[in-house]
C-alpha cells in the first residue's frame, strides 16, 4: 500500500486522542475516524486499538461509557477526559516541534550547509 | 506505575469477571460494527462476520495486551510469585523458620525501641492544642523553676502568652475519714486548667477567681485514675469534705481521664491549690523572689505570636525585673521549651539515650538483613541450576529477580508479622510497669499507629535489603555455562563479600557481647562495695510530718518522741533519723567557706558537701564508722553552738586530716560557724559509680526537717518488726501516714540503682539478639560451604583422609571469619565500654573476666553455628556424597 505510512511508535496514543477529541466514539469509530482525519493515509491494526485504548482510560486521560451506536448496537464509548484534553495539547505542540524541526533538517541543501 | 494507575489496577482485579465480560462484549462490538460495514459493500451477513473475524486477528493475544493495559498482569504476576514463593518455602521449613526468626528479632527489637522514642520524644502532651505549648526556661542554665513573685509579674505582664500557670508538686497526706495515706499532689495556680483547656469529667476545676492570698482556696480536684481507685468512681464525692495535712479540703471535681497532669509519665492523685502552700508544705515561699520552687511555668502563645517574639517579650519582663529587685534576680534571660520531658533538662539526656539505644537497634536489624542476605545468596546459588534453566527457557532476568523479591519481602512480612506480635506483649508489660513503686510513674508506651506504620517500613525495607544481595550474582548468571558446567564456576569470588557481611556482623555481636559483660560485672561489683551503712538488718520508716499538720516548733518534739517510742520494741538493736536516705533519689549540697572568710560569695565557696540531717543514733542505726569524735546528742540543739559530723573526704581535704578535723570550724551561706565535733567513714551517696564526695551531717535539732526517714536496726529479720512499728507510730499519731520497707528494698526500688540496672538489662538483651544473630549468620555459611563442597569432600573421604581433617578445612574459614570478627568486635566494645563508665560503676573493659567471657562467648556460639552443618556432614557416607548429582 504505498499511499499509507507506518504509524511511528509512540504516535498511535496521539492519534487516539485527538480523534476522541473530535467527538465521543466507540473503538470501531476510533478507527474509522483516524483512517478519515489522516486522507486515509494512516492504518491503524485493529488488534493494537483495543490496548492503547484501555492503557488510556488507565491512565486517566480517556473515560469511558457504554451506549448505543448510529448502527443502534451497544458499544463502548470513549471521550476525552480534562487530563486527556491537556496531553493531547501537549503532545500536539510537541509533535508540531518536532516535524517542523525534522522538515527542515531534511529540507537542508548542500548550499545552506 | 503510579499510585492511581495501581488503584485501577486493583478496582479491575475485584472486579475481574465483569472486566472480562466487557472486553467480550466489547471486541463483539467491534466485529458487529466492522461487519456492517462490510454487509454494506454488499458481502451477506454470515461471511462479513467471517472476515470481521478474521481481520480482527487472535482473539486471546488480544486480551492477553488488553490485560496487560489495564494492568491486571501485574497483579497476576505478583500472585504467581506469590504461588511458586510460598511452595518453595513450604519445601524448607528450617531456612524459611530461621529466616523468618531472623527478622522478627530484628523487626520486634526495632518496634519495641521505637515505640519508646515515639512515647518520649515524638508524642506531645496529652492536652489540647500542644503544637503552642510551651514552658518558660530561665538564665543561661535555662532553670524550669521559678520563684513565685516573679511567676507573678511574668504572668501579669506579658503580651505574648494567653494566659500562664505554674505548677509544682507536694506529697499529701489524704484522710477521707478512716485511714491516712499519703498521695501525690499537683499544686497548680488557680488558672492553671483554664490556661490548658482542660474540662472537667465531673464537677468543676480551679478557676483564677478562687485565689484571695495564701491559704485562701480549701478545694482539691481528683485525678481520674485516683477517682477510680480510692472513690471506686462514686460521682458523690464531688462536694464531700476531706482532710489534707489535717486541713478540710472540699472536692469540687474530676480531672478529665485522658489528662495526668503536665509533667509526662507522672501522674500525680490529685490537684491541690498552689497558693495553700503552707497547709500543705508546713511552710511556705510564697513571697521569696529570690526562691525558685515553681516547678515549671507554661503557656499557650498568642495565636500568630513567634517563639521569638515571646522570648523578646519575657526577657524585657526580666530586666525590668532584675532592675527593680537586684539583690534577688540575676540573669533574667528566658527561653521556651515543650513542657512534657520537663523541657531543656531531661529533653536531651532521654533523648541522647534513645536515639543511642535505636541506633544500636537499627543495627541489631542491618546485622540480621546482612546475615539473611547471605542465607539467599546460599539458596540463590543452590538454585543456580533452575534460574539457569529459567532463563535458557526464555525467562526475563527482571521475572526472576522479581521472584526473587517477593521471596524476601514474604519472609520479612512473616518475620515483621511475629516481631510486631512480640513486641506488642513486651510493651503492654513495660506499659503496665512502675519503675518507681514510690512515685506515680507510667510510662504509656503501647504502640500507636505510627509504629505500626513504622514497623511495616521496615519491615519491606528488610525484605528489599535482604533480597538485593543476590541480585548481582543473578544477573550474572549464564544460563549456559551453569546448565553446562553445573553451579560451582562463581562460588570463590562470591564467598568473599559474604565473608564481610560475616565478618561485621560477628563483629557487632561481639561489641554487643562484650558492652553487655561489662555492664553485668559493673552492676555486680557495685552490689559489693561499701556503701557506708549497713542495709542488712534494717528498716526505712518513711513519713512527712508536714502531711501530719506538724511545723516549727512541733517537728523535733515528735521526731525525739517517735526515735524513743520506736526503741522500746523488743528486738530493735538502734533507731534513728535522717531526712533522707543516701543513694535515695538525688541529694542536697550546701556550699561551705573557710572560717576566716567573711565574703560569703559562691564564687569563694571551698566546696559543695553532700549534706544530711540526722538524729542522735543515726550512725548506729545506720551501721555507719565514726572514726572520730562525738556522734551528735539531744544536747546538740538550738540554743547550743552548732556542730557538723563530716566524713573522712571532708575531713581530708578541708582541714588535711581527721584529726585535724575534730574541733575545726568552717562557715555555710547563712554565715553560721559550725564546729566539726566527728568524722565517719566515706560512703556513697548519690550514685553507686560516683568517686568519694564530701560529706556533712547536721544534727536535726539545728537543721530542722520534716521530711523523716526513721532507720531501725534490728537484731533479727527486721521485718518481723514492721507490726510493731506501725501500731507503735499510730499510738503515737492516728493521723501520720508513713510507710515501712526493709532499707534492701527501698535501695533496690530506688532511682540510684534504675540507671545502671536499665542499662546493663538493654545491653543484655541486644547482646542475647546479637548472639543469635550470628549464630544464624554462622550457620548460614558453615551449611552453605560444606553443602557446596560435598562433592570434593566425599571424595577425600572416600581416598581415606580423615574426617576431623576434612571437616576442618571445611568448617575453618567460618571459624577464621569468627575469630577475626571477634578480634575486631572486642576491641571496638572496649572503646564503647568507656561510655558505659558514666552510668556503671567502675565499667572496666579490661578487666580479665571480661575479656575471657568474651572469647568463651564468642566460641560458643561459633559451636552452636557449626555443630549440626558438621554432625550431618559427617553423618552422611561418602558414597552417598558421590552418587549425588
Known sequence: MSGQAQLLPGTLDLLILKAVSLGPLHGYGVLLRIEQISGRALLVEQGALYPALFRLVRQGLLKASWGTSDNNRRAKFYGLTPAGRRRLREETA????????????????PEEV | MTLRALARSAAALFHRSRVEDEMDEELRSHIQHRADDLERSGIDRAAAERRARLEFGGHQRFKEECREAIGIAFIDTLVQDLRFTVRLLRKSPGFTFTAATTLALGIGANAVVFSVLNAFILRPLDVPDADSLYQIERGPDKAGAQSYPDYVDLRDRNRTFDDLAAFSFAQVGLDTGDNPTRAWAQSVTGNYFDALRIQPHLGRLFHASDEHGPNSVPYIVLGHAYWHTRFQDD?????????????PYTIVGVAPPGFHGTLMFFNPDLFVPLLNEEQLEGNTDLHKRGTHWIFMV??????????????????????YLEKTYPKDDGQMTFALARPGLYGDFLGPVVQAFLIGLMLLAALILLAACANLGSLFAARAADRSREVALRLALGASRARILRQLFTEAVLIALMGGAAGVSASVVVLRGLSAWQPFSRFPIHVPVTPDRTVYAVALLVTIASGFVCGAVPVRQTLRTDPYEVVKAGSTGYVVRRIAVRDLLLVVQIAICAVLVTASLVAVRGL???????????????????????????????????????????????????????????????STTISIYRDMMTDLRPANAIANPVTYKISPGYFQAAGTALLAGRAPTWHDDKDAPRVAVVNQEFARRIFGSVTNAVGSYYKIRDGSRIQVVGVVEDGKYTSFAESPQLAMFFPIQQSPTTSTWLVVRSSRDPRQLTSAIRTTLRDLDPAMPFSIETWKSELESGATLFGPRMATASLGVLGAMGAMLSVTG?????????????????????????????????????????????????VLGILASRVLAAIVYQASPRDPVVLAGVVVAMALLGLLGTWIPAQRALSVSPLMLLREE
Do not use: C
Request: no cysteine.
Open chain 2, 235 to 247: 460521682p458523690t464525692v464531688v462536694g464531700r469534705v476531706v482532710r489534707l495535712n489535717k486541713h
Open chain 2, 778 to 826: 554462622i550457620f548460614g555459611l558453615a551449611a552453605y560451604s560444606l553443602s557446596k563442597r560435598k562433592r570434593e569432600l566425599g571424595i577425600r573421604m572416600a581416598l581415606g583422609a580423615q574426617r576431623a581433617h576434612v571437616l576442618r578445612s571445611a568448617l575453618g574459614r567460618a571459624l577464621k571469619l569468627l575469630a577475626i570478627g571477634s578480634g575486631a568486635g572486642l
Open chain 1, 94 to 109: 510537541g509533535w508540531k516541534r518536532l516535524a517542523a524541526a525534522m522538515g527542515s533538517a531534511l529540507a537542508a541543501n
Open chain 2, 524 to 586: 555486680l561489683r557495685s552490689q559489693n562495695i561499701s556503701f557506708g551503712f549497713e542495709i542488712d538488718r534494717a528498716m526505712l520508716v518513711d513519713t512527712d510530718l508536714s502531711m501530719a499538720g506538724y511545723k516549727d516548733g512541733t517537728v523535733a518534739p515528735i521526731q525525739k518522741r517517735m526515735i524513743e517510742a520506736l526503741q522500746t520494741i523488743s528486738g530493735t538493736e538502734a533507731v534513728g533519723l535522717i531526712d533522707q536516705p543516701p543513694l535515695w533519689a538525688g
Open chain 2, 298 to 319: 507554661m503557656g499557650h502563645l498568642k495565636p500568630g505570636v513567634t517563639t521569638a517574639q515571646a522570648i523578646a517579650d519575657l526577657s524585657s519582663i526580666g530586666a
